[in-house]
Each structure stands twice: as structure tokens, then as C-alpha cells.
């Protein structure tokens, strides 16, 4: 890697593209923003950017963009799709934010083609079980059609939401719960 001399990152082009540069790199490996590497714009231009991208709606316009040609191009495989929810951990408090016993914070939830791809992303209250939020995250699906099949981990073992994915036409798989009194 190299960093983008000063004068290189002057251009507008050269600039949006460092950043989506930026972005994918972090996206793709998980990384925090404080280890991004020296070769991209610096960590907190690239923060405060996709933070406005965010907040005036651009990255998931991009991201409806994306899903869309993918979708048209034969690549969005929905027969098989998979959800899961993690905890994000808020140290100064924002909106949304749901006290659990590990603290404060927001679950993610997200839910994948059978690609990989994200079809739908959902950022909430970390308070509510993950079971309780595949409806919403089902609702900011980003793809012309719902998933045929939803795997999901023993979370997502649950009368109640199977019923509720009958609804919608999705067949919810889940592996049974050891507590579980009627095994189906």
C-alpha cells in the first residue's frame, strides 16, 4: 500500500474514490476504524463521510443500486438466505439505545443471500430478542422478492415466528432449542 499523496487526493474523483476505497476495505474485513492502513485518506475523514452518507440516505441508495444489477444480473440467489443479529456496544449512549446485561447498544441484524450478499441490514434497540426483529429487518429487504428459505441459529427457534414467516410464504429453518417441548 501507499498513501495518496495530498496533491492526488485534490481531485474530487481521486478523493470519492479513496473513500469507497476506504469503506469497502473495512466493510470487507471487519476492521475498526482505528486500524484502517495508512495507504486511504485518513480514519476520521473517512468516518465523519460515511457518517453523512448514512444520515442523508446515500449508502443505502448505493446499496439499493447494488442489490438492484445484482438482482438483475442473476446474482441475488434467494432460494436459501440466512439471518443472524449481533450486539454493538454504545460506550456514549445515542438513540435507540437498549440496555441489556452486557450494557448498553444496538443489535445489527442482517440478512444474506445464499451469496452472501446483503439483502436487508437492520440497526435497533439491542433490548429485543433477535426472533422479535426479523420482521422489521424482513421489511427493509432491499431485493424485488422475499427469501423462499430463512436459516437462522437456535434464536430464531420459535412458534410464534414460524408462524409469523407463514405469513410472508418463507419456510424459517432453525435447529430446535434443547428446552424445546414440541419438537416439529
Not at 38 to 45: A, E, Q
Amino acid at each position: 500500500y501507499h498513501r495518496l499523496s495530498k496533491v492526488a487526493l485534490r481531485s474530487d474523483e481521486n478523493f470519492s474514490s479513496a473513500l469507497n476505497l476506504a469503506i469497502r476495505h473495512i466493510n470487507y474485513h471487519g476492521i475498526r476504524w482505528s486500524i484502517l492502513p495508512d495507504c486511504y485518506p485518513p480514519k476520521s475523514t473517512v468516518h465523519r463521510w460515511f457518517q453523512k452518507w448514512v444520515k442523508n440516505g446515500a449508502l443505502k441508495k448505493a446499496m439499493n443500486k447494488i442489490i438492484s444489477f445484482a438482482e438483475q444480473e442473476g446474482l441475488v440467489k434467494l432460494a436459501k438466505s440466512f439471518i443472524d443479529g449481533t450486539f454493538l456496544r454504545s460506550k456514549n449512549g445515542s438513540d435507540n439505545v437498549g440496555k441489556t446485561k452486557v450494557g448498553k447498544g444496538h443489535k445489527l441484524m442482517a440478512i444474506v443471500d445464499e451469496n452472501g450478499i446483503p439483502v436487508s441490514v437492520n440497526v435497533t434497540s439491542a433490548n429485543p430478542h433477535e426472533s422479535q426483529l426479523v420482521e422489521d429487518t424482513l421489511q427493509k429487504i432491499s431485493t424485488q422478492q422475499l427469501p423462499e428459505k430463512i436459516i437462522g441459529d437456535r434464536a430464531y427457534d420459535s412458534d410464534p415466528l414460524d408462524d409469523l414467516m407463514n405469513e410472508y410464504n418463507i419456510q424459517m429453518i432453525a435447529p430446535h432449542k434443547s428446552n424445546r417441548v414440541n419438537k416439529t
